[in-house]
């Protein structure tokens, strides 16, 4: 449902020619959406003048059945808004002159789509700036290795650090979020938290190679 806000403070209009009301209507769109930008349809109930009684609101004298007196009658609208790349949720796209129309010579209120982003299952989002989780296997973290990352504009190698321990985050910088009027020249960053992945099954061979290491690391230990 549209959502009527008061009128701007400011300066009262001359008595007649009053700003009309702004709208508010609540939006959903997609982490994808909101990295991209988009476009929504938004439903609207236009006043216009009855063209049964001329926007007189009678005729012959009698009150005009077609607008019930009013002089105006409604119509239904469709208009295509642009929500730009960047917007977070709670964030407020202005489109002027949308709103109700005013009284008199006043001018007519505005429209604003006020935006939710909706979770993704990826990536968790904090300002501009996103998170996501990647897969390692254990002996690329002990290593170092190379792991593909996915990202809002498509899938990039990230290196992998030896030694990067459970939870380690490794930042990709301009990989995040657009930031909202800045076109595509500014970005957030990507922060990817390794998850190392155990083997869950041994070859004979790789549990040699295990105990070895273990036994090497035990001694080691044992002379410091």
């Known amino acids: 449902k549209h959502l009527i ?5 400011g ?3 001359a008595p007649g020619n009053r700003r009309g009301q702004d709208i508010e209507t609540p939006v959903e769109i997609s982490l994808e959406e909101a990295f991209h930008g988009t476009t929504r349809t938004v439903n609207l109930q236009s006043p216009e003048p009855c063209k049964t009684c001329g926007g007189s609101g009678e005729v012959a004298g009698a ?3 077609t607008c019930e ?11 295509e808004v642009r929500i730009p790349a960047g917007v977070k949720t ?3 796209v202005r489109v002027a002159g949308e709103g109700r129309p005013g009284s008199g010579r006043g001018a007519a209120g505005d429209l604003y789509l006020v935006t939710t982003v909706l979770p993704h299952a990826k990536f968790e989002r904090k300002g501009d700036d996103l998170t996501t989780e990647v897969d390692v296997p254990l002996l690329d973290a002990v ?4 792991v593909t990352v996915p990202t809002l504009s498509g899938r990039v190698a990230l290196r992998i650090p030896e030694l990067s321990q459970n939870g380690r985050q490794i930042r990709l910088s301009g990989k995040g979020m657009p930031v909202l009027g800045s076109g595509d020249n500014k970005h957030g ?7 190392v992945q155990l083997p869950e099954q041994l070859t004979t061979e790789e549990r040699e190679h295990f105990e070895a290491m273990r036994s090497a690391r ?6 410091s």
């Open 143 to 146: 290593l170092g290795g190379e």
């Open 11 to 13: 300066p009262r209009a």
């Open 189 to 195: 960053d990507l922060f990817v938290r390794v998850r």
């Open 69 to 79: 007196g009013m002089g105006t009658v409604t119509r239904p609208r469709r208009l």
């Open 218 to 223: 035990m001694a080691s230990t044992a002379k």
């Open 63 to 65: 009150i005009c059945h």
């Open 5 to 9: 806000r008061r009128e701007r403070g």
């Open 90 to 92: 709670g964030s407020r």
